[in-house]
């Protein structure tokens, strides 16, 4: 016969106060984990990311994550620039729940592209801090790239090539049309095996060209970005690049004055004579500026 109360042992006895607090407490936040509002939650944050970044940012579906994250999956964006969609493969974010409290919204998010090969590659992680919820405040965004596919991001100007970077950008008010072109911030990036299919450039053409290691470095303050650092070499040669670029809405407005300094390679100097560009003599360095709109920049010697 089974007596009652049914006796238990030593080690799972609450004793005291302490104890019985230390329960409550974490039979709060079970609880509070199992009422979040996940789904309210999640579509606060599109619609105040597309509100904020000026794309439009579809997911298929979302599940849940631990303990206060939320996970979207294939997530397609789409934005007003001549690159088209650009499809994720899932975007993992997890919330600071004190932070919260308090007003202001602290996330870390992980976005895994597809087609990654092997574990780690092909992805984006960092933070975003807000004063507000509602993304229209002080904001600040950081990031790493880990062997980001350019080929599945930029096409078709990019053919293969491999990133891998840091961003940091913060805005004192992410208000207006424009805002995100405003504030702060700085980008530096290495690429890996680039190749690029031939480009056309209003009345011109760039042909396809080869580098084995490209670096960067940009800092940019109110749509103003200063190009610190951007300099490749490989099979067609080599180059280095200087001056400074305003970004408009679309990208492709934005406005060139830089100052090119080209090392042309064997490879280079056969391609420029396919497409009737003057002669370039391999190993002679030629500087010339590219001023004026992305896609109709005029070339001045």
């Not at 984006?124 to 062997?147: E, I, K, M, P």
């Amino acid at each position: 016969m089974i007596s009652w109360p049914i006796p238990l042992p030593e080690t799972l006895k609450v004793k005291g106060p302490l104890a019985w607090g230390m329960v409550s407490l974490a039979s709060f936040i079970v609880f509070f984990f199992l009422t979040f509002p996940y789904g309210p939650l999640q579509n606060r944050l599109l619609a105040e990311l597309n509100r904020a970044s000026g794309w439009e940012v579809r997911a298929t579906d979302w599940s849940v994550g631990f303990p206060v994250g939320i996970e979207w999956h294939d997530v397609v964006l789409t934005g007003p620039t001549t690159i088209g969609a650009l499809s994720l493969e899932a975007v993992r974010t997890t919330m600071g729940v004190f932070q919260a409290f308090l007003g202001r919204l602290v996330l870390d998010y992980a976005v895994q592209l597809p087609g990654a090969g092997q574990s780690g590659s092909g992805r984006a992680t960092g933070s975003l801090t807000s004063d507000s919820w509602s993304l229209r405040s002080a904001l600040a965004v950081t990031g790493h790239l880990q062997q980001v596919d350019l080929a599945g991001v930029l096409k078709p100007y990019v053919t293969r090539g491999l990133v891998q970077g840091d961003f940091a950008h913060r805005w004192d008010s992410a208000q207006g049309g424009d805002a995100a072109l405003k504030g702060e911030g700085t980008i530096k990036f290495e690429i890996k095996d680039l190749e690029t299919d031939r480009i056309s450039a209003g009345a011109s053409s760039i042909p396809a060209l080869s580098f084995g290691r490209v670096l960067g470095t940009m800092a940019c303050r109110d749509a103003a970005c200063d190009v610190m650092e951007f300099k490749g070499d490989g099979v067609d040669g080599s180059f280095m690049v200087q001056g400074r670029m305003m970004l408009r809405q679309p990208l492709q407005e934005s406005l060139l004055d830089l100052t090119v300094t080209l090392v042309p390679g064997a490879g280079f100097a056969q391609k420029a004579a396919s497409l009737s560009l003057p002669p370039f003599q391999p190993g002679n360095p030629v500087t010339f500026k590219l001023v004026g709109p992305v896609m109709n920049a005029r070339v001045a010697l």
